[in-house]
């Protein structure tokens, strides 16, 4: 159980997805918002605007509405007023205080991962009216000075010539976040020449992106430590 009101950092990522889904439709559909099961996990699944690409099922994505909803971040609205479903709506910018522009930030780094402030410009256009970029990178600089930081200057990437911010929000997974890690553990071979069967040794496309994700990490990391040995041999 979380405390009421609990600090939301470190936020699962099908939290921060879920939650950063409802900020962005909030912003860009609202005459569509709340919205209903079906619609956020749609929003959650789309595959433009969105690193990484998941495949969220109804469950897992009832189970984050559950989550946020006990960390007061996310409120059900029943059904009224002609409406038939219970429908959601985020709470985010009331428990921490955002304005509008700052929930824009806030969602796209939630939904595409480490960005640069012109990045950031670019992609809040339909959400925010930031005209400048230093507007950005105030709102940044905001959210960085908070007791509990929401945005983060992780440097520049290998190859960049500016500076990448990300959301802390964004935490590990749960140990049993993935649906799929039974039917991974079931597939692999348990002695010589033994094997799943034909539809335990299949990774979903969700799966297979997070090992790519994966690898691409450490792969940049790698590159660090080059540039950073280079650099110290005078090189």
Not at 24 to 38: A, G, H
Request: glycine share 8%; aromatic share 2%; with cysteine.
């Amino acid at each position: 159980m979380v405390p009421p009101y609990a600090p939301c950092v470190h936020l699962p990522p099908e939290c921060a997805r879920v939650v950063a889904s409802l900020m962005e439709k909030r912003l860009t559909t609202p005459q569509q918002y709340p919205l209903t099961l079906n619609a956020l996990v749609a929003a959650c699944n789309q595959t433009t605007n969105r690193e990484p690409v998941v495949v969220y099922d109804e469950r897992v994505v009832q189970d984050a509405l559950e989550e946020l909803k006990e960390r007061h971040l996310v409120r059900f609205v029943l059904p009224s007023h002609g409406r038939s479903v219970v429908r959601y709506r985020h709470v985010l910018d009331e428990a921490l205080g955002l304005d509008a522009r700052q929930c824009a930030v806030l969602a796209v780094l939630m939904l595409r991962g480490p960005q640069t402030a012109a990045e950031l410009r670019l992609r809040t256009e339909r959400m925010a009216g930031f005209e400048r970029v230093d507007e950005v990178e105030h709102d940044l600089d905001l959210l960085s000075r908070r007791e509990e930081p929401l945005a983060t200057n992780i440097g520049r990437a290998p190859g960049q010539k500016e500076e990448r911010w990300s959301s802390p929000l964004v935490g590990a997974p749960h140990p049993a976040a993935d649906p799929g890690a039974d039917t991974r553990a079931a597939s692999l071979p348990t002695g010589p020449g033994e094997v799943g069967g034909p539809g335990d040794a299949a990774l979903s496309l969700g799966q297979l992106q997070a090992e790519v994700r994966g690898l691409r990490s450490e792969v940049a990391a790698l590159r660090l430590e080059l540039d950073a040995l280079r650099a110290s041999l005078g090189g």
